[in-house]
């Protein structure tokens, strides 16, 4: 029994065509005429592309935080609400607890992921304690399908590794032809303004923004690519966000280093305007590195246009405002960071990139899809073509709607992009053949979603 989807545009990101699409099974079979037989269901794309699922290669999806407890939404809620806005397969930021094995952490992701996804997934495996043992587990880390490791330059004490380490880190997975992702921020000054804000009585979430200043995201891309020159590894620096981080990418690239990076939606769409929100308005905005002034969102178009910016990410990241962002109600160091955006990426984009003219369709699926499947190695994914999976979304440009936390499907409290209008929505979600969302209402059952093991 075959599934034909009808009358739609085919977008890749080497192009598109009207054709009709087969499906047998969990992949695509045929594109073209006349694939349809009697008996075959069909699913109606008039007036819609046929595009490859959303990848989302860097999301925060139950992250654990502290006692027990993690962040708003679970494995069903959130990949429901990814499905929901055209997003198939998402890449989540494994945490290694400090004193713990990496292997006790995959295990764990692994275990509450395949209880609740909808979508696929897979993992990059964030390294913070970098004892010789731990070291010693990357491969089998690697080989067990998460080729990717993650550190960080910045949350001192919790998370932040120093040089020395980001340089074993990023050796040990070059040594494995595993890429090393990067969050690249100078977390030593960034405590140190912090300490200096609350020291004179500066508590209000808005103060958040320029305690973490572009320079200092700046200065710490910079130091990645030299570190990881010293060290021949590959990089990725996940959430670019400023012309300083932008020049050290772009160089590095001229220099034909191994080098890719990501934006993130809410640093295209949103400003630091946000931080002048008083009192404790400005917490849904408290994320990091932060929204930055209009200059540099005009510099991240910029480097998405000239290839220095891969792709667009989201670093998906809900907490509620109600007894999570409210704990710093009055102290925004203690307001936990993060944003939600898994859903909303797709109509974003299509809004602010298509819609405009500033982008093709083409250049769309790339900077949504095909670079990430590219880029992390997922195999069958990232374009629509005989013997991928069908991870398919048709796509409805001519819907007109707001965003709102009210009919947003992720499991949280608030929406950072209320009242936004947007341009699309996706009529039909496939995840390997089945469909998982409907006029952008998620009708999957949890658990669906498979590891997506990658070599
Ligand atoms: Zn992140």
């Known amino acids: 029994l075959a599934l034909i989807i009808r009358n739609g545009t085919v977008v890749n990101a080497f192009g598109r065509c009207r ?3 087969r499906v047998e099974g969990e992949r695509v079979t045929a594109i073209g005429e006349g694939t349809g037989q009697p008996g075959d269901e069909e699913l109606d794309a008039s007036g819609c592309h046929v595009l490859p699922g959303g990848i989302d290669p860097h999301t925060h999806i139950e992250m654990p935080a502290g006692e027990g407890g993690c962040n708003a939404g679970t494995w069903y809620s959130e990949t429901a609400a990814a499905v929901a806005g055209g997003t198939t397969c998402v890449l989540d930021m494994i945490t290694q607890e400090r004193g713990a094995t990496l292997t006790a952490a995959l295990r764990d992701w692994q275990r509450r992921a395949q209880a609740g996804a909808v979508c696929d997934f897979g993992f990059h495996m964030g390294v913070t304690d970098p004892l010789p043992e731990v070291l010693a587990e990357m491969e089998a880390v690697a080989a067990a399908g998460v080729p990717s ?14 040089d020395g380490a980001a340089f ?7 040594a494995l032809g595993a890429l090393t992702l990067v969050h690249a921020e100078n977390g030593d000054l960034i405590e140190t303004l912090v300490a200096e804000a609350r020291a004179a009585g500066r508590l209000a979430a808005g103060v958040h923004g320029e305690t973490r200043p572009a320079l200092a995201e700046g200065e710490a891309t910079h130091r990645a690519m030299q570190l990881a020159q010293l060290a021949a590894a590959p990089i990725y620096i996940v959430h670019v966000t400023c012309r300083e981080a932008l020049a050290a990418v772009r160089a590095a690239r001229q220099a034909g ?4 990076a990501e934006a993130c939606a809410h640093h295209l769409l949103l400003t630091d305007a946000e931080y002048r929100r008083p009192g404790f308005g400005a917490a849904p905005y408290v994320l990091s590195p932060p929204l930055r002034d209009p200059e540099d969102v005009a510099a991240l ?11 667009v990410a989201t670093d998906h990241c809900p907490w509620h405002l109600a007894g999570q962002k409210e704990r710093g109600r009055h102290d925004f160091a203690a307001i936990p960071n993060g944003a939600p955006g898994v859903e909303e990426r797709l109509a974003l984009l299509w809004t602010h990139g298509v819609e405009t003219g500033r982008w093709t369709p083409e250049q769309f699926v790339a ?9 992390f190695r997922l195999e069958g994914k990232g374009a629509v073509l005989p013997g991928c999976d069908a991870d398919l979304v048709v796509w409805d440009p001519a819907v007109r709607r707001s965003l709102s936390a009210a009919t947003h499907h992720s ?17 039909f979600t496939l995840v390997r053949g089945r469909v998982v969302a409907t006029e952008g209402k998620p009708v999957a059952e949890a658990g669906w979603g498979r590891f997506a093991r990658r070599h």
């Open 367 to 375: 900077r949504t899809s095909a670079n990430a499947a590219r880029i």
């Open 411 to 427: 499991a949280v409290d608030h929406s950072i992009y209320e009242g936004m209008p947007v341009a699309g929505r996706a009529r």
């Open 149 to 162: 490791f993650k550190l960080y330059l910045a949350y001192r004490d919790r998370l932040m590794v120093a």
């Open 257 to 260: 280093r191994p080098v890719w």
């Open 301 to 311: 178009w910029g480097g998405l246009e000239d290839g220095a910016l891969d792709l």
């Open 168 to 174: 074993r880190i990023m050796r040990a997975a070059g």
């Open 19 to 21: 054709a009709d699409v």
